[in-house]
């Protein structure tokens, strides 16, 4: 803190700003495809349905915290769960432009 001024550096008031936001619940979503159907084909769906998405398999997630896309990966095990191991980061300046 600045003796003279009061002021905290701005290193020091980012770093502040950014332990309070480290708590804070976020919702982060995967996304593997998607797929449009009609009132009669989603009704039509029973247990041993397979729904065709617009996704080959052999393409990267989509991984989305907020509804926002902020990268790209692939399906893995970690034990007897899922996860994703992230390979793509989308730049802030790209998400803006979104």
């Not at 009061?6 to 980012?14: E, F, K, L, R, S």
């Not at 998607?34 to 393409?59: F, K, Y």
């Not at 007897?80 to 300046?93: A, H, K, N, Y």
């Amino acid at each position: 803190m600045n003796a003279i001024t009061g002021d905290m550096p701005v290193d020091g008031a980012v770093a502040a700003n950014f332990r309070l936001l480290q708590d804070v619940d976020v919702r982060l979503t995967v996304e593997i495809g998607s797929t449009h159907l009609t009132l009669r084909e989603l009704l039509a769906l029973g247990e041993s349905s397979v729904i065709e998405l617009d996704r080959q398999a052999n393409e990267l997630l989509d991984v989305f915290v907020n509804g926002t896309l902020i990268g790209r990966g692939e399906v893995v095990t970690v034990g007897d769960r899922f996860g994703v191991r992230m390979t793509e980061l989308v730049s802030p300046e790209k998400r803006a432009a979104r």
